[in-house]
């Protein structure tokens, strides 16, 4: 089972993201109220989605894959149907992608 905490979105945009990863072998974590690295220290998940549009996510995500490196990072955009994907111990390398719902479940759980 892969355990996926949500950053900060929209709502509309959270649901839509939500609705995409309710799959079999993804457990969304729900950890509402505090900055993202507070929920990341309570829930320990593989996996952490964020929202590419914030201006503030470049510097989050370099302190999500310097601190905790085995965590992987997904970054997703509303403004444009991409994603950027920052696989565990690469400590800032990353592939861009589509933002379709098969390619964004399969860089969930792979």
Request: glycine residues 4%; hydrophobic residues 50%.
């Amino acid at each position: 089972m892969t355990r996926v905490l949500m950053g900060d979105f929209s709502a509309l945009h959270r649901l839509g993201l939500e609705n995409i990863l309710r799959v079999d072998g993804i457990e969304l974590m729900d950890v509402q109220g505090r900055d993202v690295l507070a929920r990341l220290l309570e829930a320990l998940p593989d996996v952490i989605v964020l929202d590419l549009d914030k201006s503030a996510t470049d510097d989050l995500v370099w302190v999500i894959v310097h601190r905790f490196p085995a965590v992987k990072v997904v970054a997703c955009s509303a403004n444009h149907p991409m994603m950027r994907v920052f696989p565990p111990l690469h400590y800032g390398e990353f592939y861009e992608s589509d933002l379709d719902p098969a390619l964004l479940t399969s860089a969930v759980q792979a």
